[in-house]
Each structure stands twice: as structure tokens, then as C-alpha cells.
């Protein structure tokens, strides 16, 4: 009886404690939900990912020998930094010229978004190939990021990954980015993708970083596919 009766009361004890202080019940549940939609997140971003790389395998070979007659490497391999700071090699379907990233410096000056001094977007950027142009305007040079997600240095969903001098000159508010992992897709790419200025993108990043969901990500991933159809704000 006395067994049954301290039972009891550990039981009631346990139940007192985590109903009111800071690490009760509701943090718990909390955390229990924000782990499930994790593991559910991470699913659909392989489950997604593996069937779209098998899908655009025949269009990535032609691709590939487009590129390929154009001259150069087939993919433009760079560095991003990725979730809490990690650095990662980043493919894409090349799009550019060979030597790109020594020219980027001389066009600094036509940078769209100069009053940011962050980002790099030179508009009508005369380094990108014709056959780049039009992967670019139909997203097709991200295919490659595909292997990205299932390696897991990447997500569907999340804010677009930088470089690391941009990163390098982020105030404390705009490394709020890194809380999450980069992704293919995200908030600011949907509603108006590289017409929206770095500020702006940075405020949506971040208001998705607040609310992000699991059926949040699935409406943005529908979201995605009229965006790139009709090349809303692609460059």
C-alpha cells in the first residue's frame, strides 16, 4: 500500500513541476512538434529531391552537352555557406563564362543592389552565355542542387544560400539566415524572386524562419512551380 501511495506521489510530483515551470509540459510538446516536423521536413526533402533528379536526368544529359559544346566545364562548382556558418561546395549547370569569378570584381559598380553593399546582381551581366540565359530564366541551372538536398547540405525550402564574403559583412539581424538550412526555394523567390531588393529578402528569410511549417513548405513549393513557369522575376 505504502509502495502504491510514493508511486503516487512521484507521479503527482512530476506532473506539478513540469505543468509550471520553465521546462513544462507545453516547452516539451513544443519541442516534441518542432523535432516531428523536422524528421518530416527532412523526408520529403529526400523523397522530393531523389523523384525530381530522376525526372530531369535525360533533360540535365542534354543540358550538359549543350554546355559542353559552348566550351568549358559542365557544372560551376562554388562555395556557400550553409546552416549555423557551414561552408559547402554549391553545383549549378555552368551559365557563365570560364572566368566569371575574375570578372565579377570589375562589376561590382553595376550592382543592383549597391545601397546593401551585400549581394552581387549586375543586371543584363554580360559574363552569362547564351544557352546560361535561358537555363536561368527557366531555373534549370539549379538542377544540380538537387544532390545538394540529399546530401543534406541543403533543403527544398529555406533561405537562398550565400557566399562567404557576403556573409562576412552580415550585420547580426541578416545572420538570422543561417538558423536554418539553405534551400532550393524560398519566400522571396515566389513572390518576386531578383527584383526584390537584399532587404527585402532578408525580412521575408526571416518572417519564414519564424513561421516556418511543414504545410508552410509545401505551399511554397507549389508556389515555386508558376513562379519558374512564367520566369517571374528571373534573371
Known sequence: MNTHLNHLKRLERRFSMTSHDGNGIRPRL???RARIGEVGK???DVVVAGGALLVFLPFGLVIALLIKRDGGAVFYW???VGYRGRVFRFPKFRSMVANADELRARL???NDHIGSGITFKAENDPRITTIGRFLRRSSLDEIPQLWSILKGDMALVGPRPALPDEVARYTPRQRRRLEVKPGLTCIWQ???????PFEGQVA???EYIRTRSFTGDL???LKT???VLFGRGAS
Open 30 to 32: 513544443s519541442a516534441l
Open 190 to 196: 515566389v513572390s518576386g524572386r531578383s527584383q526584390i
Open 108 to 110: 561590382l559598380e553595376n
Open 225 to 227: 512551380v508558376p513562379a
Open 204 to 206: 521575408l528569410d526571416l
Open 42 to 44: 527532412r523526408a520529403m
Open 219 to 221: 505551399v511554397l513549393l
Open 78 to 80: 562554388q562555395d556557400r
